[in-house]
DNA sequence: CCTAGCTAAGAGAGCGCTCTCTCACCTACT
DNA sequence: AGTAGGTGAGAGAGCGCTCTCTTAGCTAGG
């Protein structure tokens, strides 16, 4: 394709300049002749010259990467796409970035190969590591390689962390369901390793037994199917269940589809609450109650952190979380409706 | 945080070696001694070197990174997260990346300021941009400036390309509503300016055309809320609609929710059928016939050319589309049926 | 015993860029 | 007329790394 990439040194020759007025011309500088300027643009556009990001940066001892590193949301490659929450953390952290010359490196890391690649990650990262969906021991062992790391939602201790107050949340959701009149609700939670699912855990269990409600729990991975199957699974136990808390929206979503498909109705039978507020929320039918996760926002703050040189071990930021209302969860409809 | 980053001079000189060796080590270099070896490691730890990637990149004259470039999907940056598309891009894009040393650069820009960013982007990029959503005009310019580049998705003429049948896609969809006996299919399209959009006005005017049905059309663009207000409009206009077909999922999910506002029944009353078969498709209830687009396949082979030194001018790869039947399209309930 | 042939490791030349230092030249003020 | 002050531009020193070239120090073979 190219010979040889041209480089300002080229340029130089061509303009018949020095390669410091190159330099100067190409990168807005001041203190150069029109004439001069005029002859280096041209010089440029003829030899359709880039500048080497590589020697720019090294020049400048400006290293200007943030990575994403996320484990385990491709099993199989689509599983990443399938993801609503992913895709709001580049939201956010892009966000965070805009006017600044800091470019995003997302990284995805199987499940299985993750303490390889997590090492080589360690060693090459510049501006520091957003984690996310982290263990607690891969991330261990990422910051004792690299300090400049933050993780989205809890996980190992020492780890500097953004996290949202996933427990409160859920002790709202139950709350929520519990002011509608329902009095049997169960809750269908995320996956047991899981920090986040672990604090909705907790305030699910808080509001159950502050309440005197019974605990009908099931739970599996953050997903449709999980969500679908361990809903199936409960009202077959539990043919009187009045309500689902779900621990995301996915999983809700499953929940709807196997409560309809048990000849359940949506909230008039059965009242559905989900958890994060992503996409999936607004566009299932009916509209889904849920517990908005400020995601974008935390990656975000995650995202500055990290350009203001990074978090000491243990800090930690705390997000508030809202209850969304919308259809999904509603008081029982008057018997006999149909 | 730190005085200055360590080097390799550093780890050369704790370890009592030239910077050669320290670096032979480092880069798993035979030739050398057990001893030495030692050495080396222990400095690394001791010191916490990690070797600078720019140095790294500008020696080896290796420049691993390619750019996926958006425009408009954040308008606000919480429509970025909304879009289950671009998230499959990343998805696909990583998944051609992976065993690779080249890393993926997410960059979205803003609808408005697109033009200057994008001279940047085509100035800085190295092994090649992926473009997602970009208009022509701007394509081209990006083009010009920069030849490494697939457009996912047909854009202006000369820029390389990998595309879908789009049409092909538009007409099974609305073949299939006919064949269960759908007789007033409304057409929910994108925005006009948007070339995927157009195509599948295209397929979905031909099948309209071939089978002799009426041309109920609305458009708006590719979100939920627009799917929501044409259809509205639509049902207001004619009452009498017995299918809908969106040209995208999130916009037939809006749909759905305004067929129920209205009280038809999904699929009974009105069926309806998507483009994408994104993560919407599989979470909403009824589960959503759909036309599959390959994106995830679509943005691999759009990296994978980029690792092989891009395209030509012209160049096209195109991907076939299928239609995945679900729930959300039927033939019509019996009458009377409740 | 001398030299060919090997391995380990140092010296040093870049990679492409930016930036400071320096100089030449010109204007303007005393 | 002499010097201060300003401006445009070249020379050259790195930035941190890798890699080739070269040398030192062995072992082995004639």
Known sequence: MQDRRPT???????????????????????????????????????????????????????????????????????????NPYLSRVVAGALAALAGTDTHLRVRLLAEGAAHR????????????????????????????????????????????????RNAQGAHAAVTHLHDLGRRRIAAVHGPAGNTCAASRRVGHLDAIRATGLPDITGDGQFRREAGYRATARLIATRPDIDAVFAASD???????????????????????????????????????????LPVEEMAAAATRTLLDGGAAARWRLVFPVDLVVRASAAGAAPAGTT
Chains 1, 2 share one sequence.
Do not use: K, W
């Not at 018949?16 to 203190?31: E, F, K, L």
């Not at 989900?274 to 509209?287: L, R, Y």
């Open 8 to 82: 300002i040194e080229d340029v130089a020759r061509v303009a018949g300049v020095s390669r410091a007025t190159a330099s100067r011309v190409i990168n807005n500088g001041r203190g150069t002749s029109a004439e001069a300027r005029s002859r280096v643009h041209q010089a440029v556009d003829r030899l359709g010259y880039r500048p080497n990001p590589a020697a720019r940066m090294l020049a400048l001892g400006r290293t200007d990467v943030i990575d994403l590193v996320a484990v385990g949301f491709e099993a199989d490659s689509a599983r990443f796409g399938t």
């Open 250 to 292: 996915l999983m809700a979503a499953g929940a709807i589809q196997a409560l309809t498909a048990a000849g359940r109705r949506v909230p008039d039978d059965v009242s559905v609450v989900g958890f994060d507020d992503s996409v999936i929320a607004t566009a299932v039918n009916p509209p889904m109650t849920t517990v908005r």
């Open 117 to 164: 690649s997590i090492d080589e990650i360690a060693r090459t990262t510049t501006q520091g590591a957003i984690l996310v969906n982290v263990p607690p021991p891969l991330a261990t062992r990422f910051h004792d390689r690299c300090e400049r790391v933050v993780s989205l939602g809890a996980t190992a201790d020492r780890v500097p962390a953004v996290e949202a």
